[in-house]
């Protein structure tokens, strides 16, 4: 049974941090690129930032140079480091696995101004 599980998520102030995690069970993680995607009520999801199987990593005009995707293939975990984070990135924030098209449920991170 694949799982794949958000965390980190909360409440921040403008300018601060947040670190999210996913974790995966049940795929060959290692094989398998990785993406985080986010969604606001009323719009479609986003893609934020994605990493290749080999490391090779894309990421979506708006958090570029301020978010940083990782990976462990040894923990089956997957980074997002947030950093300066504006009031716009307020989305429910999710992790999905291109093989198989595998979804977590999804953490919430609210930016206050």
């Known amino acids: 049974q694949v799982q794949l599980v958000e965390s980190g998520g909360g409440l921040v102030q403008a300018g601060e941090s947040l670190r999210l995690s996913c974790s995966a069970s049940?795929?060959?993680?290692?094989?398998?690129?990785m993406a985080w995607y986010r969604q606001t009520p009323g719009a479609q999801r986003e893609l934020v930032a994605l990493?290749?199987?080999?490391?090779?990593?894309t990421y979506a005009d708006s958090v570029k140079g301020r978010f940083t995707i990782s990976r462990d293939n040894a923990k089956n975990t997957m980074y997002l480091q947030m950093n300066s984070l504006k009031p716009e990135d307020t989305a429910v924030y999710y992790c999905?696995?291109?093989?198989?098209?595998?979804w977590g449920p999804g953490t919430q991170v609210t930016v206050s101004s």
């Open positions: 990493i290749s199987s080999g490391g090779t990593t």
């Open positions: 049940g795929i060959i993680f290692r094989l398998s690129a």
């Open positions: 999905h696995a291109f093989t198989g098209r595998f």
